[in-house]
């Protein structure tokens, strides 16, 4: 009968690769993929009471009540409530608004399709907050196009009211 020889390096790739399954699927677990506002919307009943990973950047203001914070998360397509303690909230350093992009944050939270605490709006509740990428202000500049627009019509207006003057005397 012939035996089988297994030599030291087979069995090394082996190992390794059996380690680099192991380790790709535990790296799928810790990190779960966010759900978009479209699909939290469109199949609610589904993810009903369920816990959420939900990413996007922050829109509006933090309205503070009490220990507690509201927080809009607009993922691109749609915004979503978050309701929040006041201690995730203040990791929000930057809200989008027509002068700032707002924080990009990842919210893990428990999504109420028909939430009874808040008069049956569709929510988050958040139990967790990473920021992913952090917001700035944002400095709008003149659209050069604009610019001589302007100087053009400008200049027509400057030659009109010239020609008026001229034609009254």
Not at 106 to 112: A, K, L
Request: proline residues 3%; glycine residues 8%; charged residues 20%.
């Amino acid at each position: 009968m012939l035996e089988k020889v297994h030599s030291p390096r087979l069995i090394v790739y082996r190992l390794l690769l059996c380690l680099l399954t192991v380790v790709c699927g535990l790296w799928t677990l810790c990190y779960a993929q966010p759900v978009s506002s479209s699909e939290l919307i469109n199949n609610a009943k589904f993810y009903d009471a369920k816990t959420v990973v939900y990413a996007g950047e922050v829109i509006g203001d933090v309205m503070l009540r009490q220990d507690y914070a509201w927080v809009n998360i607009n993922d691109g397509k749609n915004a979503l409530g978050v309701w929040m303690e006041s201690s995730l909230a203040g990791q929000i350093s930057y809200t989008g608004s027509y002068k700032a992009r707002g924080d990009v944050v990842e919210i893990t939270g428990v999504f109420h399709r028909a939430c009874p605490q808040h008069g049956g709006d569709l929510d988050i509740h958040a139990q967790a907050l990473r920021k992913i990428s952090p917001g700035r202000y944002i400095q709008e500049r003149a659209n050069p196009d604009k610019k001589n627009l302007a100087a053009i019509l400008l200049g027509v207006l400057l030659l009109v009211w010239i020609l008026t003057l001229l034609k009254r005397r």
